[in-house]
Protein backbone atom coordinates (compact mmCIF):
# COMPACT_ATOMS: atom_id res chain seq x y z
CA UNK A 1 0.00 0.00 0.00
CA UNK A 2 2.73 2.40 0.93
CA UNK A 3 5.15 1.56 -2.42
CA UNK A 4 4.12 4.41 -4.63
CA UNK A 5 4.82 7.01 -1.32
CA UNK A 6 8.26 4.66 -1.04
CA UNK A 7 8.82 5.31 -4.53
CA UNK A 8 8.55 8.69 -4.85
CA UNK A 9 11.33 9.59 -2.21
CA UNK A 10 13.31 11.82 -4.85
CA UNK A 11 10.22 13.79 -6.27
CA UNK A 12 8.14 13.59 -2.97
CA UNK A 13 8.52 17.64 -2.65
CA UNK A 14 7.60 18.14 -5.90
CA UNK A 15 4.74 15.79 -5.71
CA UNK A 16 3.08 17.64 -2.18
CA UNK A 17 3.80 20.80 -3.55
CA UNK A 18 1.69 20.27 -6.62
CA UNK A 19 -1.32 18.79 -4.36
CA UNK A 20 -0.71 21.48 -1.81
CA UNK A 21 -0.81 24.87 -3.68
CA UNK A 22 -1.68 23.44 -7.22
CA UNK A 23 -0.69 26.72 -8.83
CA UNK A 24 2.43 25.59 -9.97
CA UNK A 25 3.67 25.79 -13.97
CA UNK A 26 2.69 23.42 -15.88
CA UNK A 27 6.17 21.96 -16.45
CA UNK A 28 6.13 21.29 -13.18
CA UNK A 29 2.62 19.43 -12.78
CA UNK A 30 3.52 17.22 -15.68
CA UNK A 31 7.06 16.50 -14.20
CA UNK A 32 5.26 15.51 -10.79
CA UNK A 33 2.30 13.69 -13.01
CA UNK A 34 5.16 11.77 -14.74
CA UNK A 35 6.68 11.06 -11.03
CA UNK A 36 3.57 9.91 -9.50
CA UNK A 37 2.78 7.75 -12.90
CA UNK A 38 6.04 5.87 -12.85
CA UNK A 39 6.09 5.24 -9.07
CA UNK A 40 2.60 3.37 -10.21
CA UNK A 41 3.48 1.42 -12.67
CA UNK A 42 6.82 0.11 -10.93
CA UNK A 43 4.31 -0.56 -7.29
CA UNK A 44 1.91 -2.42 -9.72
CA UNK A 45 4.35 -4.72 -11.34
CA UNK A 46 5.77 -5.32 -8.16
CA UNK A 47 2.89 -6.09 -6.43
CA UNK A 48 0.33 -6.98 -9.24
CA UNK A 49 -2.13 -4.65 -8.29
CA UNK A 50 -5.67 -4.63 -9.73
CA UNK A 51 -6.26 -0.80 -11.61
CA UNK A 52 -8.23 0.19 -8.18
CA UNK A 53 -5.68 -1.00 -6.16
CA UNK A 54 -2.44 1.21 -8.40
CA UNK A 55 -5.07 3.88 -8.81
CA UNK A 56 -5.53 3.83 -4.70
CA UNK A 57 -1.49 3.37 -4.29
CA UNK A 58 -0.83 6.30 -6.42
CA UNK A 59 -3.57 8.05 -4.47
CA UNK A 60 -1.57 6.96 -1.22
CA UNK A 61 1.59 8.12 -1.91
CA UNK A 62 0.62 11.72 -3.38
CA UNK A 63 -1.11 12.09 0.23
CA UNK A 64 1.50 10.61 2.14
CA UNK A 65 4.11 12.74 0.05
CA UNK A 66 1.86 15.57 0.73
CA UNK A 67 2.37 14.85 4.93
CA UNK A 68 5.57 14.69 5.19
CA UNK A 69 6.18 17.97 3.30
CA UNK A 70 3.58 19.67 5.70
CA UNK A 71 5.13 18.06 8.57
CA UNK A 72 8.56 19.48 7.63
CA UNK A 73 7.16 23.07 7.29
CA UNK A 74 6.23 22.72 11.07
CA UNK A 75 9.31 21.62 12.01
CA UNK A 76 11.84 23.86 9.91
CA UNK A 77 9.44 26.91 11.14
CA UNK A 78 10.45 25.85 14.81
CA UNK A 79 7.86 23.94 15.92
CA UNK A 80 8.73 20.63 17.92
CA UNK A 81 8.43 17.34 16.91
CA UNK A 82 5.94 16.48 19.94
CA UNK A 83 3.70 19.14 18.62
CA UNK A 84 3.75 17.52 15.24
CA UNK A 85 2.93 14.58 16.46
CA UNK A 86 0.69 15.83 18.68
CA UNK A 87 -1.58 16.69 15.47
CA UNK A 88 -2.08 13.35 14.67
CA UNK A 89 -2.35 11.91 17.93
CA UNK A 90 -5.31 14.36 18.14
CA UNK A 91 -7.06 13.30 14.50
CA UNK A 92 -7.03 9.42 15.94
CA UNK A 93 -9.68 11.01 18.90
CA UNK A 94 -11.95 12.70 16.08
CA UNK A 95 -15.25 10.94 16.05
CA UNK A 96 -16.62 10.13 12.95
CA UNK A 97 -18.68 13.34 12.99
CA UNK A 98 -15.37 15.35 12.91
CA UNK A 99 -13.28 13.36 10.28
CA UNK A 100 -16.67 14.12 7.93
CA UNK A 101 -16.70 17.31 8.50
CA UNK A 102 -13.13 18.13 7.18
CA UNK A 103 -14.45 16.24 3.94
CA UNK A 104 -16.72 19.39 3.30
CA UNK A 105 -15.14 21.48 1.14
CA UNK A 106 -16.28 24.76 3.45
CA UNK A 107 -15.31 23.25 6.68
CA UNK A 108 -13.22 26.18 7.76
CA UNK A 109 -16.44 28.41 7.21
CA UNK A 110 -18.13 26.77 10.04
CA UNK A 111 -16.41 28.75 12.59
CA UNK A 112 -17.21 26.75 15.59
CA UNK A 113 -16.16 23.40 13.86
CA UNK A 114 -12.89 25.37 13.01
CA UNK A 115 -12.80 26.96 16.87
CA UNK A 116 -12.76 23.09 18.20
CA UNK A 117 -9.64 22.16 15.41
CA UNK A 118 -8.11 25.21 16.23
CA UNK A 119 -8.10 24.30 20.02
CA UNK A 120 -6.98 20.95 19.53
CA UNK A 121 -4.06 22.17 17.52
CA UNK A 122 -3.40 24.51 20.27
CA UNK A 123 -3.75 21.57 22.97
CA UNK A 124 -1.21 19.74 20.59
CA UNK A 125 1.29 22.06 20.99
CA UNK A 126 1.13 24.17 17.96
CA UNK A 127 1.84 27.92 18.33
CA UNK A 128 -0.85 30.10 17.78
CA UNK A 129 0.16 31.81 14.58
CA UNK A 130 -1.87 31.67 11.51
CA UNK A 131 0.50 29.65 9.02
CA UNK A 132 1.71 27.54 11.24
CA UNK A 133 -2.09 26.60 12.28
CA UNK A 134 -3.08 26.97 8.41
CA UNK A 135 -0.26 23.90 8.03
CA UNK A 136 -1.97 22.18 10.62
CA UNK A 137 -5.26 22.15 9.75
CA UNK A 138 -4.12 21.35 6.34
CA UNK A 139 -2.51 18.43 7.95
CA UNK A 140 -5.65 16.96 9.41
CA UNK A 141 -7.45 17.45 6.19
CA UNK A 142 -4.82 14.88 4.62
CA UNK A 143 -5.21 13.02 6.50
CA UNK A 144 -8.67 12.09 6.46
CA UNK A 145 -8.06 12.13 2.49
CA UNK A 146 -5.53 9.21 3.63
CA UNK A 147 -7.11 7.34 5.46
CA UNK A 148 -10.13 6.64 2.87
CA UNK A 149 -8.08 6.26 0.32
CA UNK A 150 -6.58 3.39 2.75
CA UNK A 151 -9.74 1.91 3.04
CA UNK A 152 -10.30 2.12 -0.56
CA UNK A 153 -7.01 0.08 -1.39
CA UNK A 154 -7.99 -2.60 0.71
CA UNK A 155 -10.99 -3.11 -0.70
CA UNK A 156 -10.07 -3.57 -4.21
Not at 72 to 90: I, K, N, Q, R, Y
Not at 113 to 141: H, N, Q, R, V, W
Request: hydrophobic residues 45%; contains cysteine.
Amino acid sequence: MACVYEELVDDYELVAEVLIYGDLSEEEGAKADKAVEAAKATCATKHNYTQGQRDAAGEIGVLASALDYLSEELVFSGVGDDAVDGVLDAYDSFTEEDVGALFNPDWRSDTVFLGEMKAKMLSAGIPDEADLMDIALTILEITAMLEEVSYMFMAQ
